[in-house]
């Protein structure tokens, strides 16, 4: 068999060259890690934010403490400008106002204590969002290296899917209408394989062997005529 049918076989090795192509550009590998970075990248700040909202609680009760030292503070300075403002009071009055400044400066310090006490409990979710930080970092940066990979691959393989097009198109342009109609019609069928060659006495689409009958009666087939595997149907050329 000669042409129209090696023909026939060219159209078939570009459509799974195709085929394969398309593939490749749709299972790139750095798609999917590009995926899982994202679900990470989503989680990560997810988890920053619930820490964040921690850090932000704890400053605001340590906006409070301060403001809560700060009048205790003023407090106790007033009285103290009061007593030695050189006014005349009673010994009694006196008493009342030291005593008042003790506890004043009690209530302080405690407060003091308190504000230490919740800038220690900051510490360690400070350092959790610095973490945080570096692992978004190096995250994006293995975004953007993947993104890069990927539109490099898309680059490079739209050019070969652009020169197999058109070498396909300058071998299907030869075909018979009736020829092609059939191939296109069982290659959609029959997972893109339409025409396969016949191998010593198998097929070669489906790889199943063929009686010596059937053999025969391809043998005997005039040239420009074709035949179909009786087994997988697609077209047999031999
Ligand atoms: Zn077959």
């Known amino acids: 068999m000669g042409e129209p049918f090696d023909r026939l076989m060219e159209v078939q090795l570009h459509d799974t060259t195709l085929d394969q192509l398309r593939h490749r550009m749709d299972a790139l590998p750095e ?13 990560l700040a ?7 909202a921690q850090v932000d609680d704890l400053a605001g009760r340590q906006r409070s403490l301060e403001g809560q030292i700060a009048a205790a503070a003023k407090r106790r300075h007033d009285i103290e400008q009061r007593m030695l ?34 800038l220690e409990e900051e510490e360690p979710l400070d350092q959790l969002l610095a973490d945080h930080q570096a692992t978004a970092d190096v995250l994006a940066a293995e975004a953007a290296r993947l993104g890069a990979a ?3 691959a898309e680059v ?13 198109s300058e071998s299907a342009a030869g075909l018979p209408p009736d020829l092609a109609e059939r191939y296109q019609q ?14 010593g006495d198998r097929c070669d689409g489906c790889h199943l062997t063929l009686s010596s009958v059937e053999i025969e009666r391809f043998r005997h087939l005039p040239p420009d005529q074709f035949s179909t595997c009786p087994q997988c149907d697609r077209i047999l050329v031999h």
Do not use: C, F, N
């Not at 490079?156 to 396909?168: G, K, L, V």
């Open 31 to 43: 798609r999917e890690a590009l995926l899982e970075i994202g679900t990470r990248q989503r989680a």
């Open 46 to 52: 997810a988890a920053t934010a619930d820490v964040g």
């Open 150 to 152: 990927i539109a490099e």
């Open 85 to 118: 403002s050189g006014d005349s009071y009673a010994a009694r009055d006196l008493q009342a106002m030291d005593q008042e400044v003790q506890h004043l400066a009690a209530r302080q310090a405690q407060l003091e204590e308190e504000e230490i006490a919740l």
């Open 186 to 199: 069982l290659r959609s069928h029959l997972g893109g394989v339409g025409a396969a060659r016949l191998v």
């Open 156 to 168: 490079e393989i739209t050019a070969s899917i652009a020169t197999e097009e058109a070498e396909r």
